[in-house]
């Protein structure tokens, strides 16, 4: 069982803060839904509005038939919501919170231990120590379990791999993509753009606007410009030596190692020569250029460097 | 509703701090208050029994109502009336004049005056008689002098009503109950909702199907078991360590009780709702609630002293008026047709936080 | 060789009763280097990075930090250091002049000292216009690059950045880093932990944690190639699993 979610023209201000600015997006049933963006872009805001913790200055959100502002009861009851943070009590055992909001949606762990058996049963060890003893992993599978207990339709993840460590996380999308399968429809927000890549489609949002809301592979598509990968000798004064280089070049970012360059309406030939007299005279050597693939990250720069 | 109340057990019971708080607070403040503080009187409502109605007798009356300490409330006609008379609860002293006073002073050079005293607050009532006493040896003075230096005495005997030994520690039980009552009910209710919104859990029980009635019973049902036994412990220690009495009806006094805890708690969702940090809930439980609690019921500071504009805003504070029905049950020991209009008071105001506290309980963050 | 060592770890144990957060560390950090400290949640980092800021004691083992022994000479050590957190930001209720001012006086820097460094530094960040501003109404990503200021503004030698950067939009995360470059080509070294592993890469040399030993270190490129894969985040990976 899953719903579709439709957001049209939403918007939310906080006093004079405009924390969503007209956000129309669906969200298909069953279908794995990224929101990507740093932190103050308004995921938290959006999927608060979902739940109706928060009341929209204008626009509509339609959870299925159910409408967020007249049947919230009934979204709420339909809804799985892992709030940032985890929403745990540290001080219960992971058992005892489980028991709770089992009991809180009027059910128990014992009549649907089957739905959330994949996740509980990593944790299951550790039934009895409190969930403030547990590694951020452990606790973001025992908020999951707990939002999942009820048998929700859709499910909403706040930042569930915020702060938590690489395997970890990877472990944690490897269970969604198997939540997926049983049908439900997931929304899930993240400041990580590598993640992006996991999800069916992708809304990129920043400062309350939607960048973009494409299918991962199609966001790659659709990046203007050539991309080129960048290193030489001396890469930790490379941003400051490249400054003023022009000519062609849209903007310089690092990333990881390297140096990624956009550039529209040049050959490689000519970016080469231009970069390699500008380097070499401050002391760059072993300079290589090489065409690379954007990645999300380097999309998501260049839609912010747009807007 | 169990699995709920229970972790909300699981919270207390895991937190040393909330259980010193709960459990050693009511000792402490019970062995705390168990000294006196020293006050000034002013405009004390008091009744004559003026058996002899002579023209000494008048004039001493004028004295005592004219020194600004006093108030005539009631004439009374017989002894008969003086029990009554303090029953009703506004008289804090009867001055009775024995027979032929001025007939007797003149005729045998002494006349005697009783001054019967409500001591269920003993520092008031020790400071009532004395200045009584004081005002009538100066008019005896004057009295000599007037009549060619007779010497003449008027004697004063003083009877203390209701807690014949004056134990201060008698007057403070009642303020320590509804201290540790507030304390209790509408701090701890109103800190634990408050950790809840800090912690995030909040989010996740809001967007349950649970209604706003059946979170908050969830969260105060805990503290309304524990304030009462809280209740008991400090009923007692005030028997079995200072030995007081308990007067009027145990079952009644329980059932007020629980009145004053219904409100209380009510306070403390009121409160947990505009605080949005612990420690403002915290700091707003103090100011707003425990301060005015101490300082204004008339738990240390007799109201009558006060300005006016205090004791105006006395009368908002519940904790006054079950205060005043407190002392009525455990040291006058009468029953519900003395204090029917405090308790309604009280009723009312319950009924009105317990609404707005529903109403102002969000199911939103905002 | 040894005084071009600005951190020496060694043999560190870190007991709490039975529990061992740090077994048997032993590592340098050069002087200058921007050192990454990487590791799963829960492998002992946040233990390691407090010892070796001086708040608290190794079980036993050696560590020299900028020259001052952490058993020994704590007092002194923290005065040679900058420390940076994204829980430990600044006041949000001071203006950004203010905080500078805070915490220049915590280090016992003159009031013309810390005038000089906070024009300076807010004259690098673009913020002169910003400095009465209170800091709860700047953005994220700009309180963060004014608590690295305010860490390295009494010029330590050494600056502990224990996930700078979380939640920070990439953009201003990359302009974060231009920073730490630019301090760590005035010689200050630079120790900073985080989950973001294309910022592991940014560092000259990663150390990876887990289960409360060092199981690997090396520059990222070396790392790379001794697990024959692609990204530092596949190199963390392999390390994690391979333990568990």
Same mark, same amino acid.
């Given at each position: 069982?899953?719903?579709?979610?439709?957001?049209?023209?939403?918007?939310?201000?906080?006093?004079?803060?405009?924390?969503?600015?007209?956000?129309?997006?669906?969200?298909?049933?069953?279908?794995?839904?990224?929101?990507?963006?740093?932190?103050?872009?308004?995921?938290?805001?959006?999927?608060?509005?979902?739940?109706?913790?928060?009341?929209? $200055?204008?626009?509509?959100?339609?959870?299925?038939?159910?409408?967020?502002?007249?049947?919230?009861?009934?979204?709420?009851?339909?809804?799985?919501?892992?709030?940032?943070?985890?929403?745990?009590?540290?001080?219960?055992?992971?058992?005892?919170?489980?028991?709770?909001?089992?009991?809180?949606?009027?059910?128990?762990?014992?009549?649907?231990?089957?739905?959330?058996?994949?996740?509980?049963?990593?944790?299951?060890?550790?039934?009895?120590?409190?969930?403030?003893?547990?590694?951020?992993?452990?606790?973001?599978?025992?908020?999951?379990?707990?939002?999942?207990?009820?048998?929700?339709?859709?499910?909403?993840?706040?930042?569930?791999?915020?702060?938590?460590?690489?395997?970890?996380?990877?472990?944690?999308?490897?269970?969604?993509?198997?939540?997926?399968?049983?049908?439900?429809?997931?929304?899930?927000?993240?400041?990580?753009?590598?993640?992006?890549?996991?999800?069916?489609?992708?809304?990129?949002?920043?400062?309350? $606007?939607?960048?973009?809301?494409?299918?991962?592979?199609?966001?790659?598509?659709?990046?203007?410009?050539?991309?080129?990968?960048?290193?030489?000798?001396?890469?930790?004064?490379?941003?400051?030596?490249?400054?003023?280089?022009?000519?062609?070049?849209?903007?310089?970012?690092?990333?990881?190692?390297?140096?990624?360059?956009?550039?529209?309406?040049?050959?490689?030939?000519?970016?080469?020569?231009?970069?390699?007299?500008?380097?070499?005279?401050?002391?760059?050597?072993?300079?290589?250029?090489?065409?690379?693939?954007?990645?999300?990250?380097?999309?998501?720069?260049?839609?912010?460097?747009?807007? | 509703?169990?699995?709920?109340?229970?972790?909300?057990?699981?919270?207390?019971?895991?937190?040393? *701090?909330?259980?010193?708080?709960?459990?050693? %607070?009511?000792?402490?403040?019970?062995?705390?208050?168990?000294?006196?503080?020293?006050?000034?009187?002013?405009?004390?409502?008091?009744?004559?029994?003026?058996?002899?109605?002579?023209?000494?007798?008048?004039?001493?009356?004028?004295?005592?109502?004219?020194?600004?300490?006093?108030?005539?409330?009631?004439?009374?006609?017989?002894?008969?009336?003086?029990?009554?008379?303090?029953?009703?609860?506004?008289?804090?002293?009867?001055?009775?004049?024995?027979?032929?006073?001025?007939?007797?002073?003149?005729?045998?050079? *002494?006349?005697?005056?009783?001054?019967?005293?409500?001591?269920?607050?003993?520092?008031?009532?020790? %400071?009532?008689?004395?200045?009584?006493?004081?005002?009538?040896?100066?008019?005896?003075?004057?009295?000599?002098?007037?009549?060619?230096?007779?010497?003449?005495?008027?004697?004063?005997?003083?009877? %203390?009503?209701?807690?014949?030994?004056?134990?201060?520690?008698?007057?403070?039980?009642?303020?320590?109950?509804?201290?540790?009552?507030?304390?209790?009910?509408?701090?701890?209710?109103?800190?634990?909702?408050?950790?809840?919104?800090?912690?995030?859990?909040?989010?996740?029980?809001?967007?349950?199907?649970?209604?706003?009635?059946?979170?908050?019973?969830?969260?105060?049902?805990?503290?309304?078991?524990?304030?009462?036994?809280?209740?008991?412990?400090?009923?007692?220690?005030?028997?079995?360590?200072?030995?007081?009495?308990?007067?009027?009806?145990?079952?009644?006094?329980?059932?007020?009780?629980?009145?004053?805890?219904?409100?209380?708690?009510?306070?403390?969702?009121?409160?947990?709702?505009?605080?949005?940090?612990?420690?403002?809930?915290?700091?707003?439980?103090?100011?707003?609630?425990?301060?005015?609690?101490?300082?204004?019921?008339?738990?240390?500071?007799?109201?009558?002293?006060?300005?006016?504009?205090?004791?105006?805003?006395?009368?908002?504070?519940?904790?006054?008026?079950?205060?005043?029905?407190?002392?009525?049950?455990?040291?006058?020991?009468?029953?519900?047709?003395?204090?029917?209009?405090?308790?309604?008071?009280?009723?009312?105001?319950?009924?009105?936080?317990?609404?707005?506290?529903?109403?102002?309980?969000?199911? *939103?963050?905002? | 060789?040894?005084?071009?060592?600005?951190?020496?770890?060694?043999?560190?144990?870190?007991?709490?009763?039975?529990?061992?957060?740090?077994?048997?560390?032993?590592?340098?950090?050069?002087?200058?280097?921007?050192?990454?400290?990487?590791?799963?949640?829960?492998?002992?980092?946040?233990?390691?990075?407090?010892?070796?800021?001086?708040?608290?004691?190794?079980?036993?083992?050696?560590?020299?930090?900028?020259?001052?022994?952490?058993?020994?000479?704590?007092?002194?050590?923290?005065?040679?250091?900058?420390?940076?957190?994204? #829980?430990?930001?600044?006041?949000?209720?001071?203006?950004?002049?203010?905080?500078? #001012?805070?915490?220049?006086?915590?280090?016992?820097?003159?009031?013309?000292?810390?005038?000089?460094?906070?024009?300076?530094?807010?004259?690098?960040?673009?913020?002169?216009?910003?400095?009465?501003?209170?800091?709860?109404?700047?953005?994220?990503?700009?309180?963060?690059?004014?608590?690295?200021?305010?860490?390295?503004?009494?010029?330590?030698?050494?600056?502990?950045?224990?996930?700078?950067?979380?939640?920070?939009?990439?953009?201003?995360? #990359?302009?974060?880093?231009?920073?730490?470059?630019?301090?760590?080509?005035?010689?200050?070294?630079?120790?900073?932990?985080?989950?973001?592993?294309?910022?592991?890469?940014?560092?000259? #040399?990663?150390?990876?944690?887990?289960?409360?030993?060092?199981?690997?270190?090396?520059?990222?490129?070396?790392?790379?190639?001794?697990?024959?894969?692609?990204?530092?985040?596949?190199?963390?990976?392999?390390?994690?699993?391979?333990?568990?």
């Amino acid at each position: 069982m899953s719903v579709r979610v439709e957001i049209n023209k939403l918007v939310k201000n906080f006093e004079k803060v405009e924390a969503l600015k007209e956000i129309s997006l669906k969200v298909e049933e069953g279908e794995l839904f990224g929101l990507i963006g740093p932190d103050g872009s308004g995921k938290t805001t959006l999927f608060r509005l979902i739940t109706n913790l928060l009341v929209q $200055n204008n626009g509509t959100i339609k959870v299925g038939d159910y409408d967020s502002r007249k049947d919230f009861k009934e979204i709420r009851k339909i809804t799985g919501y892992m709030p940032g943070r985890f929403s745990l009590y540290h001080d219960l055992s992971v058992e005892e919170n489980l028991n709770f909001y089992a009991h809180i949606f009027n059910t128990t762990l014992k009549e649907n231990y089957h739905l959330i058996k994949d996740v509980y049963s990593q944790i299951e060890p550790f039934k009895k120590r409190k969930a403030g003893d547990l590694s951020g992993g452990m606790k973001q599978k025992l908020a999951l379990s707990c939002a999942l207990i009820h048998k929700p339709e859709l499910l909403i993840l706040d930042e569930p791999t915020t702060g938590v460590d690489a395997v970890s996380r990877k472990e944690f999308w490897e269970l969604l993509k198997k939540m997926q399968k049983t049908g439900i429809t997931i929304m899930v927000s993240t400041p990580y753009m590598d993640e992006a890549s996991l999800c069916d489609r992708v809304a990129l949002m920043q400062n309350g $606007n939607l960048l973009a809301l494409e299918t991962p592979e199609n966001i790659v598509n659709q990046y203007s410009g050539d991309l080129w990968q960048l290193s030489t000798s001396n890469m930790i004064k490379i941003i400051v030596d490249l400054e003023g280089v022009g000519n062609g070049i849209k903007n310089i970012f690092r990333f990881g190692e390297k140096v990624h360059i956009t550039s529209s309406g040049i050959e490689f030939e000519e970016l080469n020569k231009t970069i390699i007299d500008f380097l070499e005279p401050k002391g760059h050597e072993n300079i290589i250029i090489e065409k690379v693939e954007p990645q999300i990250e380097d999309c998501f720069l260049d839609l912010m460097d747009e807007n | 509703m169990w699995p709920f109340i229970k972790k909300e057990f699981f919270h207390i019971f895991r937190d040393i *701090r909330s259980m010193v708080i709960l459990f050693g %607070m009511p000792v402490a403040q019970v062995l705390l208050f168990g000294f006196a503080i020293t006050t000034d009187i002013k405009d004390v409502d008091i009744a004559i029994l003026d058996n002899s109605k002579d023209n000494v007798t008048m004039e001493l009356s004028n004295k005592l109502v004219s020194s600004g300490y006093f108030i005539l409330n009631e004439n009374l006609k017989s002894n008969d009336e003086i029990e009554e008379a303090f029953q009703k609860g506004k008289i804090k002293e009867v001055v009775i004049f024995e027979n032929d006073f001025a007939k007797k002073l003149k005729k045998e050079g *002494r006349a005697d005056v009783q001054l019967i005293l409500d001591a269920s607050e003993p520092n008031t009532a020790n %400071m009532i008689s004395a200045y009584t006493t004081g005002i009538i040896s100066t008019y005896s003075m004057e009295y000599i002098k007037r009549n060619q230096n007779i010497p003449v005495a008027i004697i004063t005997e003083t009877k %203390m009503l209701y807690n014949p030994e004056l134990k201060s520690v008698y007057m403070f039980v009642p303020g320590v109950i509804t201290i540790i009552l507030m304390l209790v009910s509408a701090m701890m209710t109103s800190i634990s909702i408050t950790r809840e919104k800090e912690v995030g859990t909040m989010e996740a029980i809001l967007v349950s199907p649970l209604k706003p009635i059946q979170i908050i019973l969830g969260k105060v049902a805990p503290y309304i078991l524990l304030s009462f036994i809280n209740l008991i412990v400090i009923l007692l220690l005030a028997k079995f360590v200072f030995a007081m009495p308990l007067n009027g009806s145990l079952v009644l006094l329980l059932a007020e009780s629980i009145l004053f805890i219904s409100m209380a708690l009510a306070l403390g969702i009121l409160i947990s709702a505009i605080s949005k940090s612990q420690q403002q809930a915290m700091l707003l439980s103090m100011f707003a609630l425990l301060l005015p609690t101490i300082l204004l019921s008339g738990f240390i500071f007799p109201i009558e002293n006060m300005p006016v504009i205090l004791q105006l805003i006395s009368h908002i504070m519940p904790s006054k008026w079950f205060i005043i029905i407190l002392k009525n049950i455990m040291l006058k020991g009468v029953g519900m047709e003395y204090f029917w209009k405090e308790t309604l008071i009280l009723l009312v105001m319950t009924i009105f936080f317990i609404v707005m506290s529903v109403k102002k309980f969000k199911l *939103r963050l905002e | 060789m040894e005084e071009n060592n600005i951190i020496i770890v060694e043999n560190l144990f870190k007991k709490f009763g039975n529990f061992t957060a740090n077994n048997d560390l032993n590592f340098v950090v050069k002087s200058g280097e921007i050192f990454g400290f990487l590791g799963a949640n829960g492998a002992g980092k946040t233990t390691a990075i407090k010892i070796l800021s001086g708040l608290s004691k190794p079980t036993s083992g050696k560590v020299i930090v900028a020259g001052f022994d952490v058993n020994t000479q704590s007092n002194k050590l923290k005065q040679n250091i900058g420390y940076m957190s994204q #829980r430990f930001s600044l006041y949000d209720d001071l203006t950004v002049k203010e905080n500078f #001012r805070f915490y220049g006086g915590i280090y016992g820097m003159s009031a013309k000292n810390i005038r000089l460094k906070t024009e300076a530094l807010l004259k690098r960040l673009d913020m002169l216009n910003y400095k009465d501003m209170l800091l709860k109404k700047l953005p994220l990503g700009w309180k963060q690059k004014l608590a690295f200021s305010v860490a390295v503004m009494h010029d330590p030698a050494i600056v502990f950045l224990d996930e700078p950067t979380g939640g920070v939009d990439p953009i201003t995360r #990359r302009q974060f880093w231009e920073l730490i470059y630019e301090k760590s080509s005035e010689g200050v070294t630079i120790f900073v932990t985080t989950h973001y592993m294309d910022e592991a890469e940014y560092c000259q #040399r990663v150390s990876i944690m887990a289960e409360g030993k060092i199981e690997a270190l090396d520059t990222p490129s070396n790392l790379k190639k001794q697990f024959n894969v692609n990204t530092m985040d596949e190199v963390f990976v392999k390390i994690a699993r391979k333990v568990n």
